[in-house]
Protein backbone atom coordinates (compact mmCIF):
# COMPACT_ATOMS: atom_id res chain seq x y z
CA UNK A 1 0.00 0.00 0.00
CA UNK A 2 1.46 3.17 -0.78
CA UNK A 3 -0.27 6.75 -0.39
CA UNK A 4 1.47 9.56 -1.75
CA UNK A 5 0.26 13.33 -0.91
CA UNK A 6 1.00 16.52 -2.76
CA UNK A 7 -0.19 20.01 -3.08
CA UNK A 8 1.64 21.54 -0.11
CA UNK A 9 3.56 24.83 0.55
CA UNK A 10 3.05 28.32 1.53
CA UNK A 11 0.07 30.50 0.92
CA UNK A 12 -1.34 33.88 2.86
CA UNK A 13 -4.34 33.99 4.98
CA UNK A 14 -7.50 33.87 2.79
CA UNK A 15 -5.58 32.08 -0.14
CA UNK A 16 -6.50 28.52 -1.05
CA UNK A 17 -4.42 25.24 -2.03
CA UNK A 18 -5.65 22.24 -3.36
CA UNK A 19 -3.97 18.23 -1.60
CA UNK A 20 -3.40 15.35 -3.65
CA UNK A 21 -3.28 11.37 -2.26
CA UNK A 22 -2.74 9.32 -4.96
CA UNK A 23 -3.21 5.56 -3.82
CA UNK A 24 -1.60 2.37 -5.01
CA UNK A 25 -1.57 -1.48 -3.91
CA UNK A 26 -5.06 -1.64 -2.76
CA UNK A 27 -8.92 -1.54 -4.00
CA UNK A 28 -9.05 2.04 -4.20
CA UNK A 29 -12.72 1.98 -4.63
CA UNK A 30 -13.77 0.43 -1.18
CA UNK A 31 -11.85 2.34 1.59
CA UNK A 32 -12.30 5.45 3.36
CA UNK A 33 -9.43 7.79 2.47
CA UNK A 34 -8.69 10.20 5.32
CA UNK A 35 -6.72 13.43 5.56
CA UNK A 36 -4.84 14.26 9.19
CA UNK A 37 -2.81 17.13 10.03
CA UNK A 38 -0.35 17.72 12.66
CA UNK A 39 0.92 21.45 14.14
CA UNK A 40 3.71 22.00 16.19
CA UNK A 41 3.66 20.62 19.66
CA UNK A 42 -0.03 19.62 19.03
CA UNK A 43 -2.03 15.99 18.31
CA UNK A 44 -2.24 14.87 15.16
CA UNK A 45 -6.38 15.32 14.34
CA UNK A 46 -8.45 14.01 11.71
CA UNK A 47 -9.68 17.18 8.68
CA UNK A 48 -11.68 15.00 6.69
CA UNK A 49 -12.68 11.74 5.34
CA UNK A 50 -14.49 10.31 2.49
CA UNK A 51 -15.79 6.76 1.92
CA UNK A 52 -14.47 5.74 -2.19
CA UNK A 53 -17.54 3.65 -2.72
CA UNK A 54 -20.35 5.49 -1.59
CA UNK A 55 -19.18 9.03 -1.50
CA UNK A 56 -19.64 9.60 2.17
CA UNK A 57 -18.00 12.65 3.47
CA UNK A 58 -17.13 13.91 6.94
CA UNK A 59 -15.63 16.85 7.78
CA UNK A 60 -14.15 18.16 11.37
CA UNK A 61 -15.76 21.41 13.15
CA UNK A 62 -12.38 23.59 12.15
CA UNK A 63 -12.65 23.05 8.46
CA UNK A 64 -16.60 22.51 7.68
CA UNK A 65 -17.25 24.95 4.88
CA UNK A 66 -13.92 25.49 4.04
CA UNK A 67 -12.56 22.63 2.94
CA UNK A 68 -13.91 20.15 0.18
CA UNK A 69 -12.99 16.46 0.01
CA UNK A 70 -13.40 14.97 -2.97
CA UNK A 71 -12.45 11.08 -4.92
CA UNK A 72 -11.33 10.65 -8.82
CA UNK A 73 -11.95 6.71 -8.49
CA UNK A 74 -10.29 6.23 -11.73
CA UNK A 75 -7.35 7.75 -10.83
CA UNK A 76 -6.87 6.52 -7.35
CA UNK A 77 -6.54 10.09 -6.27
CA UNK A 78 -8.65 12.20 -3.25
CA UNK A 79 -8.26 15.68 -3.29
CA UNK A 80 -9.09 18.03 -0.37
CA UNK A 81 -9.39 21.44 -1.38
CA UNK A 82 -8.50 24.27 0.95
CA UNK A 83 -10.04 27.65 0.90
CA UNK A 84 -9.92 30.93 3.18
CA UNK A 85 -6.93 29.40 4.75
CA UNK A 86 -6.53 30.86 8.60
CA UNK A 87 -2.71 30.88 9.86
CA UNK A 88 -4.07 27.90 12.55
CA UNK A 89 -4.46 25.71 9.53
CA UNK A 90 -0.71 25.45 8.97
CA UNK A 91 0.59 22.01 9.94
CA UNK A 92 1.80 19.13 8.03
CA UNK A 93 -1.20 17.15 6.21
CA UNK A 94 -1.20 13.21 6.10
CA UNK A 95 -3.09 11.63 4.31
CA UNK A 96 -4.37 7.96 6.05
CA UNK A 97 -6.38 4.88 4.40
CA UNK A 98 -8.68 1.89 5.87
CA UNK A 99 -11.66 -0.06 6.20
CA UNK A 100 -13.37 2.02 8.97
CA UNK A 101 -15.44 5.27 8.67
CA UNK A 102 -14.57 8.40 9.64
CA UNK A 103 -10.68 8.19 9.99
CA UNK A 104 -9.77 5.26 9.97
CA UNK A 105 -5.56 5.33 9.58
CA UNK A 106 -4.45 1.71 8.88
CA UNK A 107 -1.73 3.15 6.34
CA UNK A 108 -0.45 6.34 5.79
CA UNK A 109 1.48 8.45 3.42
CA UNK A 110 4.71 10.26 4.05
CA UNK A 111 2.91 13.96 4.59
CA UNK A 112 3.04 17.73 3.47
CA UNK A 113 3.43 20.93 4.75
CA UNK A 114 1.29 23.64 4.43
CA UNK A 115 2.55 27.19 6.47
CA UNK A 116 -0.36 29.57 6.00
CA UNK A 117 1.17 33.36 6.88
CA UNK A 118 -1.00 35.99 8.39
Known amino acids: VQLVESGGGLVQAGGSLRLSCAASGFIFDDYTISWFRQAPGKEREGVSC????????FYADPVKGRFTISSDNAKNTVYLQMNNLKPEDTAVYYC????????????WGQGTQITVSS
Open 96 to 107: AAGRSFPFPNDY
Open 50 to 57: IHTKDGST
